[in-house]
């Protein structure tokens, strides 16, 4: 059997019973490296467990996959991933894969991003779609995911964003020379995300568009949902460029309409409470 276990958000105790239970019975535990992280290293996941844990990062788990399902037939084999196991596609494809070779699977669900950023007061079934906000280089500058926020906007809904994670990257230029070196890791602050939406509308007035998105619209940041240093800040998109949130993992919401109960709850988090009397 294959389980893909989902660890929550915040710590090694945020896995469910189920979780664990299957955990501790499996012959190889894999543990997910690339998507997101949690407060705490691999040595206090493997405290707790009980289990030594082997890290998969994208490489294995795109391109080796077979290698990590490999005893799946025989033994039980754990998968473990930050959050849920379906916040990422490329675990979709884990499955996929199992099932073509004749592998029973099990899913052990557990809360993410996409639930928990309910904690801030705005509403789930106001959310739009949800946008990646990418690292830009001096050479690529994309603006996709603007026009999706823009979108969400027109529509009165909320977008969650969720900001870049460079892991195991490697620069291009030893890419080309095909050396194993990698870059240092780098999560996207709301600070850096909110910089480049900002960038995005000043770069349009300059071509004469009016955009539904402004400095003053009101935008939530998010640092560490479900750890116990969990926070969270709402203000303007201007004040989301120099709001001090902490460590990694970031979040950045840009709201659509909203009822005043949310505006109610986002006062609670409110850097400046004259945003919201300004903003009514």
Same mark, same amino acid.
């Given at each position: 059997?294959?389980?893909?276990?989902?660890?929550?958000l915040?710590d090694?105790?945020d896995?469910t019973?189920?979780?664990l239970?299957a955990v501790?019975r499996?012959?190889?535990?894999y543990?997910?490296?690339? +998507?997101s992280v949690?407060?705490?290293?691999?040595?206090?996941l493997e405290?707790?467990?009980?289990?030594?844990?082997?890290?998969a990062?994208?490489?294995?788990?795109e391109?080796?996959?077979?290698s990590?399902?490999? *005893?799946?037939?025989?033994c039980?084999?754990?998968?473990?991933v930050v959050?849920?196991?379906?916040?990422?596609?490329t %675990?979709s494809?884990?499955?996929?894969?199992a099932?073509?070779?004749g592998?029973?699977?099990?899913?052990?669900?557990?809360a993410?991003?996409?639930?928990?950023?309910?904690?801030?007061?705005?509403?789930?079934y106001?959310?739009?779609?949800?946008v990646?906000?990418?690292?830009w +280089?001096?050479?690529w500058?994309?603006e996709?995911?603007?026009?999706?926020?823009?979108?969400?906007?027109?529509?009165?809904? %909320?977008?969650?964003c969720?900001?870049?994670?460079?892991?195991?990257?490697?620069?291009?230029?030893?890419?080309?020379k095909?050396?194993?070196?990698?870059?240092?890791?780098?999560?996207?602050?709301?600070n850096?995300?909110?910089?480049q939406?900002?960038a995005?509308?000043?770069n349009r007035r300059l071509?004469?568009?009016k955009? *539904?998105?402004t *400095?003053? +619209?009101?935008?939530?940041?998010?640092a560490?949902?479900?750890?116990?240093?969990?926070?969270?800040?709402?203000?303007?998109?201007?004040?989301?460029?120099?709001v001090e949130l902490g460590?990694p993992l %970031?979040?950045?919401?840009?709201?659509?309409?909203?009822?005043?109960?949310?505006?109610?709850?986002?006062?609670?988090?409110s850097?400046?409470?004259s945003?919201?009397?300004?903003?009514?």
């Open positions: 059997m294959l389980y893909l276990v989902g660890l929550g915040g090694a105790k896995i019973v189920k979780g239970e501790r499996c012959r190889r535990v543990l997910e490296a690339y +998507t949690l407060t705490v290293g691999k040595e206090a405290e707790f467990y009980g289990k030594e844990l082997i890290l990062d994208r490489e294995m788990v391109q080796e996959a077979d990590l399902l490999k *005893e799946a037939d025989v039980d084999v754990a998968f473990l959050g849920d196991p379906f916040g990422a596609t %675990h494809d884990l499955v996929l894969r099932v073509k070779l592998i029973p699977y099990k899913v052990i669900h557990n993410s991003i996409m639930n928990a950023v309910g904690c801030c007061g705005l509403q789930l106001s959310f739009g779609e949800t990646s906000i990418v690292f +280089t001096d050479t500058k994309p996709s995911f603007f026009d999706k926020i823009e979108k969400n906007r027109q529509s009165g809904m %909320h977008t969650l969720l900001l870049d994670i460079k892991v195991k990257e490697q620069s291009v230029e030893n890419l080309m095909g050396r194993k070196i990698y870059e240092p890791p780098r999560y996207m602050t709301v850096q995300a909110a910089e939406l900002l995005i509308i000043q071509q004469g568009e955009t *539904e998105i *400095e003053n +619209t009101i935008c939530v940041g998010l560490r949902v479900g750890a116990l240093d969990e926070k969270i800040a709402s203000g303007t998109l201007q004040q989301m460029s120099s460590g %970031h979040s950045l919401i840009v709201t659509g309409t909203m009822h005043p109960l949310e505006l109610e709850m986002l006062k609670l988090f850097i400046d409470s945003t919201f009397r300004n903003n009514a």
